[in-house]
């Protein structure tokens, strides 16, 4: 490898499916940086060895994915966000110490900035429905925008009680079955549970119950227009798919690697759309 070549990776086990290398590769191209990004399919019992000689390898940093993301946190000096979140999922070298962060915060944030403008100008009531990693981060960031009242639904009760107790008294837990309740009057509904991916059943939720300037987030990707996005649309509903958050959650990574800070354009959408497959665009049945 040349000296002035500089190069990170994404670490998981197992790591095809990381839509990483595509992301990060077109715009080492785009902005012609002589740079390098790829996989390292890395087994638990080998990561903190991994992460310990990334330097040695070649490597300014890298993405961790799937089993890893706590053990980077713990391996690592991670800031406030990666603190909150409880898993790091970027990390980077610097002066030889090995820093870390979590980047679903702003990937989050960023999505919604860039799909439904000024959301949080007059924030109300956010429904956030799922209580693992993901909300963790969606609840951080949500807290980060000054909204204080968010309303936290989970099939399984006391992985949301988890998360109360957590982020403190912002968050209000409603049960699952009052799901539709809880819309009316929301400014934000946001899916962060698996509900609307491939095989899953459909998320219960019945949107005429939001109010007509409400906006919709879904962070399943796979596929990019999921039911729940569809039934948003039909409304005309502002919404923000996961496939954006994928795409904003890796600018922070690259500019820290390779020191610019890339777009989110139209056409990356199309490139990682088309490698993500004609399965990908169809929304199935909502209930
Ligand atoms: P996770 O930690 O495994 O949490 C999964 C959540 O889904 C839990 O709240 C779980 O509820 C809920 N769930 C699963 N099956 C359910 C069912 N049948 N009925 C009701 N709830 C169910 O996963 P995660 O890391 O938070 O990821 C969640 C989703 O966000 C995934 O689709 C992931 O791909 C997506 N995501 C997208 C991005 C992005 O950039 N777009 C980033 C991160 C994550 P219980 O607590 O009851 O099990």
């Not at 390898?57 to 961790?64: F, I, K, P, T």
């Not at 980060?144 to 639904?153: F, G, P």
Request: hydrophobic fraction near 50%.
């Amino acid at each position: 490898m040349s000296s002035t070549l500089r190069a990170a990776c994404v670490i998981g086990w197992p790591v095809e499916h990381s839509r990483s290398p595509l992301i990060h590769n077109y715009w080492l191209k785009q902005y012609g940086i002589a740079g390098a990004y790829r996989r390292e399919a890395v087994p638990p019992e080998q990561f903190a060895a991994f992460i310990g000689s990334l330097a040695a390898r070649g490597y300014v940093g890298a993405n961790v994915t799937l089993p890893h993301k706590e053990a980077a946190l713990a391996l690592s000096q991670p800031d406030a966000r990666a603190l909150a979140v409880g898993a790091a999922n970027t990390l980077w070298l610097d002066a030889g110490v090995l820093r870390s962060t979590n980047t679903d915060v702003e990937g989050f944030l960023d999505n919604l900035d860039a799909c439904a403008p000024h959301w949080d100008r007059s924030p109300g009531r956010a429904v956030v429905l799922g209580a693992g990693g993901a909300a963790r981060a969606v609840i951080y960031g949500l807290i980060a925008r000054s909204l204080d009242q968010i309303v936290l639904i989970n099939r399984t009760p006391g992985h949301a009680e988890d998360l109360r107790q957590k982020f403190g008294a912002r968050v209000r837990i409603a049960p699952w079955e009052a799901l539709n309740a809880a819309l009316a009057d929301a400014a934000l509904l946001v899916n962060t549970t698996t509900l609307g991916m491939p095989r899953q059943p459909a998320l219960p939720v019945d949107l005429a119950r939001l109010p007509g300037d409400a906006v919709v987030a879904d962070l399943v990707y796979v596929p990019v227009c999921t039911p729940l996005l569809a039934a948003a649309k039909a409304r005309a509903l502002r919404t923000a798919d996961g496939l954006g958050m994928l795409l904003h959650q890796a600018v922070r990574g690259f500019a820290l690697w390779f020191g610019t800070t890339p777009a989110v354009t139209a056409e990356l959408r199309k490139v990682v759309e088309a490698d993500l497959g004609p399965s990908a665009a169809k929304p199935t049945g909502l209930t």
